[in-house]
């Protein structure tokens, strides 16, 4: 299986400032033939099912904030909020869908400073 | 509008068995894989398994494997999780989604809305 994880566990940013996590997977989720990445990343909210934010690695969903960005190829990629708001505090969680089981990350929690 | 309605909260004891649903509409379910995820109390995700009602195709994670079964009726656009005897440590709650497109290998935008299962004496 692809053990995917992420650092750090936590991170308590202030608002208005970037927070940034990361993601490693165990093996590359690069598929040559396309080029892309099999990386998503979800936000999930305290009672809420995660929602979809980035997937391709860098693509962002229909709705969300430019504010949240992705990057990375193969097995080192990183979500980035470039100017946290209240709404941003969550679990962010990455995900690889390049192999079954498609796993998932342990989760990043973001809180307000 | 594309929608993933989960049946409502169980309350079991240990031994029991157990299916929860998941309907699926707005889109053609045959087309579409379902998968689970698994989030026990104050834990991450766990991708448990997918099916793909048009024939009922399954994958499973390892750690799941024999422990639950993964079902569809086509007729009825639902998506099953079932087990046959219940612990403990099955107390968590579970979500259906779906894939962003119409293949197994990507990103699931349409999430349920979560059944909670707790398994207690």
């Known amino acids: 299986d692809i053990v995917m994880t992420q650092s750090p566990d936590s991170l308590a940013v202030s608002l208005g400032e970037r927070a940034t996590i990361n993601c490693k997977s165990s093996q590359s989720v690069l598929y040559s033939s396309n080029n892309k990445s099999y990386l998503a990343w979800y936000q999930q909210k305290l009672g809420q099912p995660p929602k979809l934010l980035i997937y391709w690695a860098s693509t962002r969903e229909s709705g969300v904030p430019d504010r949240i960005s992705g990057s990375g190829s193969g097995t080192d990629f990183t979500l980035t909020i470039s100017s946290l708001q209240a709404e941003d505090v969550a679990v962010y969680y990455c995900?690889?869908?390049?192999?079954?089981?498609?796993?998932f990350g342990p989760g990043t929690k973001v809180d307000i400073k | 509008e594309v929608q993933l309605v989960q049946s409502g909260a169980e309350v079991k004891k240990p031994g029991e068995s157990l299916k929860i649903s998941c309907k699926g509409s707005g889109f053609t379910f045959t087309s579409y894989w379902i998968g689970w995820v698994r989030q026990m109390p104050g834990k991450g995700l766990e991708w448990m398994g997918i099916?793909?009602?048009?024939?009922?195709?399954?994958r499973y994670s390892p750690p799941f494997q024999g422990q639950v079964t993964i079902s569809a009726d086509k007729s009825n656009s639902t998506a099953y999780l079932q087990w046959s005897s219940l612990k403990a440590s099955d107390t968590a709650m579970y979500y259906c989604?779906?894939?962003?497109?119409?293949?197994?290998?990507?990103?699931?935008?349409?999430w349920g809305q979560g059944t909670m299962v707790t398994v207690s004496s």
């Open positions: 995900q690889q869908y390049f192999r079954t089981p498609f796993t």
């Open positions: 099916i793909y009602p048009g024939d009922s195709d399954t």
């Open positions: 989604a779906r894939p962003r497109v119409a293949m197994m290998g990507d990103a699931f935008d349409f």
